[in-house]
């Protein structure tokens, strides 16, 4: 018994076979491209515009430097731009980053944001409890704002320095979205960081009295945003003991 082979029309002719899609190299390389000129990346945006600040501590003293320039990228807008701000007599945050976040996070009076979230919680723990706040106690007040934007977060990197219980200094650091960092002798952040971990492990000691704090730190930022074409121009210098605020701009090169 023979078995017959089945019906087919002869007009109809078997699908060919998918082909298989690749992108091109160069459409890969145009698209990436692309992304990185939008700042479509993170670290692309906290470099936009360069920063350095440092926070370092003394005897019973803390200094808080931060460099002067504002850029866009490589193009020059500003050599006089602030980075630190006063919370109290003793208690200091430095805003590095995206400079307009940053002027959001601290100095708009326009937005009811984090600025005036910072300073109306500041305000009414001074009424409530008839005292500043704590340098600790406000580095969680810091990181709690910050945490609540992490799904569409302020890129910026708060410093925040301070004299706690019996003159005790106080320092942190944090993420964009609030991961704090503790420290017993230096926190550093901005686009300068690797050069700044570098010369504050080269040049830090303990129990540094003011004006060999101020020396320290003042070394360590100019040594560093030398070796950062996205920050510079001089630098702006706080000394914070129990007695006085020692406020200095240090002159450093403007090319």
């Excluded at 000129?37 to 945006?45: H, M, T």
């Excluded at 307009?100 to 409890?129: G, N």
């Excluded at 600790?136 to 301070?162: D, H, M, N, W």
């Excluded at 070394?219 to 074409?229: H, W």
């Amino acid at each position: 018994m023979s078995v017959s082979a089945p019906l087919r029309s002869p007009n109809v002719q078997p699908p060919p076979p998918a082909p298989v899609l690749q992108k091109p190299s160069s459409l890969l390389a145009a698209t990436s491209d692309w992304a990185v000129s939008l700042g479509c990346f993170a670290p692309q945006i906290f470099e936009y515009n360069g920063s350095a600040v440092v926070a370092m501590v003394g005897k019973n003293c803390f200094a808080i430097a931060s460099d002067r320039r504002l850029g866009v990228q490589l193009q020059m807008i500003a050599t006089d731009f602030q980075r630190v701000f006063k919370v109290h007599d003793k208690l200091y945050i430095g805003l590095s980053g995206l400079a307009t976040d940053a002027q959001t996070l601290w100095v708009s009076h326009i937005l009811l944001d984090c600025y005036q979230r910072l300073v109306f919680r500041h305000k009414l723990y001074q009424l409530r409890e008839e005292r500043d706040m704590k340098p600790q106690t406000f580095a969680s007040l810091v990181s709690a704002l910050l945490y609540e934007k992490r799904f569409g977060p302020y890129f910026c990197q708060p410093v925040i320095a301070g004299l706690g219980d019996n003159n005790e200094p106080f320092i942190c650091t944090m993420d964009c979205i609030g991961a704090k960092e503790l420290a017993e002798d230096f926190v550093v952040s901005g686009t300068a960081s690797e050069s700044l971990y570098g010369a504050c492990e080269s040049m830090y000691k303990p129990n540094m009295e003011p004006e060999e704090l101020f020396e320290t730190i003042s070394q360590a930022l100019q040594a560093s945003v030398d070796r950062d074409c996205l920050a510079g121009y001089g630098a702006y210098v706080l000394i914070v003991t129990p007695t006085e605020v020692q406020e200095r701009v240090v002159k450093g090169r403007m090319d």
